[in-house]
């Protein structure tokens, strides 16, 4: 079978703290403890090999969870790191499903942790019908 990477880009432009402002960025809006939901498309009945990744500022601490269609990735989420970090994560623990998904973060309200996050991308496997491959290339 013939299977295609394809994703889809979220920006969440989401500051959480405990304290509005904590970290007093003009391109983050507050969003206290939980970002809203936002909404992305998965175009396949059978999304294969999920992953994110996730621009994030200033996390502290781990504990702070990536919730999809309302339900958390197993594991740790977001790893603590000073300034801008690109981190990537399988998509275990919960199901994309076809059709409109949801994605949000939430802050782990145990910790005083103020941190940010910008862009999440969503990549998953598709599978394509008709395809024919050429076969390999001569050398």
């Given amino acids: 079978m013939t299977e295609r990477a394809t994703y889809a880009t979220v920006y969440l432009g989401a500051q959480l703290s405990a304290t509005e402002s904590a970290l007093d960025l003009d391109w983050a809006d507050d969003a206290g403890d939980r970002t809203d939901d936002h909404e992305f498309e998965v175009s396949t009945d059978d999304p294969r090999e999920a992953y994110l990744e996730i621009q994030a500022f200033d996390v502290a601490e781990y504990g702070h969870e990536v ?39 939430a802050r782990d309200t145990d910790t005083d942790d103020a941190f940010a996050v910008g862009t999440v991308r969503v990549h998953w496997k598709a599978a394509v019908d008709g395809f024919r491959s050429k076969g390999p290339v001569d050398e």
Avoid: H, K, M
Avoid at 93 to 104: I, K, Q, S, Y
């Fill in 67 to 105: 919730l999809v269609n309302g339900d958390p990735l197993t594991g740790f989420d977001i790893p603590p790191n000073e300034g801008w970090q690109l981190w990537s994560d399988t998509v275990t623990g919960v199901d994309l499903r076809e059709g409109t998904n949801t994605l949000a973060v």
